[in-house]
């Protein structure tokens, strides 16, 4: 009888072994249940339920060693709505439009404090309590280094490197804000040959930006000539200084 149980027991981790082996896909605690329903039949073939019990335990630690531990689960990441970097659930401001910088709660910066945040501000560095407009400026929005050909009203390519960033921002973060563009000349030339190449040179910068996206709509344009300039015509950079265009809220 012995003899029996020996060859029975033998043959069940036989049987065992190779069914784990081949079923890559069963997990390990299929594996330890056959183990021990194999375990247990080895047992019945001798007398008592004690060996049917022993059989079953000894299976199923045979077929929990040859199947190896359970796989561990995956976690998948905790989800970034608006993707500023800032997860969910540690997110205070949810819906960050794209690109903006963001703080350790998720919200925007707003460094010179002006209500006005840094991605939408054009006049980053106002001065404490100043109040703003729309655009983050407490006056008008001058475009330093937007200038011209000389006696004329294209645009430079430096120009236009300048008005590119505003003109997304413009589109991106001022959808419906309507903005006006002025602009002005020095007092070298006439009058009136100022008065109509300062309405183009405003043209022109509207222009740009509706290529690049601006809704025509919501740009208007002035033209002021040489009637006010910023400082005095005497001096070179003083007429560098009137010859500007800039922006304002209409």
Same mark, same amino acid.
């Given at each position: 009888?012995?003899?029996?149980?020996?060859?029975?027991?033998?043959?069940?981790?036989?049987?065992? =072994?190779?069914?784990?082996?081949?079923?890559?896909?069963?997990?390990?605690?299929?594996?330890?249940?056959?183990?021990?329903?194999?375990?247990?039949?080895?047992?019945?073939?001798?007398?008592?339920?004690?060996?049917?019990?022993?059989?079953?335990?000894?299976?199923?630690?045979? %077929?929990? =060693?040859?199947?190896?531990?359970?796989?561990?689960?995956?976690?998948?990441?905790?989800?970034?709505?608006? *993707?500023?970097?800032?997860?969910? =659930? &540690?997110?205070?401001?949810?819906?960050?439009?794209?690109?903006?910088?963001?703080?350790? @709660?998720?919200?925007?910066?707003?460094?010179?404090? #002006?209500?006005?945040?840094?991605?939408?501000?054009?006049?980053?560095?106002?001065?404490?309590?100043?109040?703003?407009?729309?655009?983050?400026?407490?006056? *008008?929005?001058?475009?330093?280094?937007?200038?011209?050909?000389?006696?004329? *009203?294209?645009?430079? #390519?430096?120009?236009?490197?300048?008005?590119?960033?505003?003109?997304? *921002? @413009?589109?991106?973060?001022?959808?419906?804000?309507?903005?006006?563009?002025? %602009?002005?000349? #020095?007092?070298?030339?006439?009058?009136?040959?100022?008065?109509?190449? =300062?309405?183009?040179?405003?043209?022109?910068?509207?222009?740009?930006?509706?290529?690049?996206?601006?809704? %025509?709509?919501?740009?208007?344009?002035?033209?002021?000539?040489? #009637?006010?300039?910023?400082? %005095?015509?005497?001096?070179?950079?003083? &007429?560098?200084?009137? &010859? &500007?265009?800039?922006?304002?809220? @209409?």
């Amino acid at each position: 009888m012995i003899f029996y149980k020996k060859i029975t027991a033998i043959m069940a981790v036989a049987l065992l =072994s190779t069914g784990c082996a081949t079923v890559e896909t069963e997990s390990w605690q299929n594996c330890a249940i056959a183990g021990a329903l194999l375990g247990g039949a080895a047992g019945a073939f001798v007398e008592g339920a004690t060996e049917v019990g022993v059989g079953a335990i000894v299976g199923g630690v045979t %077929g929990g =060693s040859i199947c190896g531990p359970a796989e561990k689960a995956v976690l998948s990441p905790e989800p970034d709505t608006d *993707a500023d970097g800032v997860v969910d =659930s &540690r997110d205070e401001c949810p819906e960050t439009p794209a690109g903006a910088v963001v703080d350790s @709660k998720g919200c925007t910066l707003d460094s010179d404090a #002006d209500g006005v945040a840094d991605y939408k501000d054009q006049c980053p560095n106002s001065a404490p309590g100043a109040q703003v407009n729309e655009l983050g400026c407490v006056d *008008a929005l001058v475009l330093d280094g937007v200038n011209f050909h000389t006696a004329s *009203a294209e645009l430079t #390519d430096p120009a236009k490197a300048i008005l590119l960033p505003i003109a997304i *921002a @413009k589109r991106t973060h001022y959808i419906d804000t309507e903005l006006v563009i002025h %602009g002005h000349t #020095d007092s070298v030339g006439s009058n009136a040959y100022n008065q109509v190449l =300062s309405k183009n040179r405003a043209e022109s910068v509207r222009d740009f930006m509706i290529t690049h996206g601006c809704n %025509g709509d919501k740009l208007s344009t002035l033209g002021h000539g040489e #009637d006010k300039p910023l400082v %005095g015509n005497d001096t070179t950079e003083g &007429r560098t200084k009137n &010859r &500007r265009v800039e922006l304002t809220l @209409k």
